[in-house]
């Protein structure tokens, strides 16, 4: 079982940056690949990005490459998401999600992970 806290979240203007975390527990967090999805109203759960179990391959949304950058600490339990140069259209509740990774590789579909977290609001004004 993981358990996964995210952090991070907030109100930003457009053009600026933040930075979230996802903490998780248990020992094991270096066999999972780490995945982070948003969803805005109205809206299904969007892949934005993904990093495997040793941090040497990230993967990323068309919309969100060249701004936001995957890592992860396995040291600390824990997975990153910067994000820079904010849009309006990046405002959603982020969620990361974990999924034991045996090959190396990780998943963009949300129903691929078998852990979630409760999610962290970004708001970004124009």
């Known amino acids: 079982q993981v358990q996964l806290v995210e952090s991070g979240g907030g109100l930003v203007q457009a053009g600026g940056s933040l930075r979230l975390s996802c903490g998780a527990s248990?020992?094991?967090?270096?066999?999972?690949?780490m995945g982070w999805f948003r969803q805005a109203p109205g809206k299904e759960h969007e892949f934005v990005g993904a990093?495997?179990?040793?941090?040497?391959?990230?993967g990323y949304s068309k919309s969100v490459a060249g701004r936001f950058t995957i890592s992860r600490d396995n040291a600390k339990n824990t997975v990153y998401l910067q994000m820079n140069s904010l849009k309006s259209e990046d405002t959603a509740v982020y969620y990361c999600?974990?999924?034991?990774?045996?090959?190396?590789?990780?998943?963009?579909?949300?129903?691929?992970?078998?852990?979630w977290g409760q999610g962290t609001q970004v708001t970004v004004s124009s």
């Open positions: 990093i495997t179990r040793s941090g040497g391959s990230t």
């Open positions: 999600a974990a999924r034991p990774d045996y090959s190396g590789s990780y998943r963009t579909n949300w129903s691929e992970y078998h852990y």
């Open positions: 248990g020992r094991t967090f270096s066999s999972y690949a």
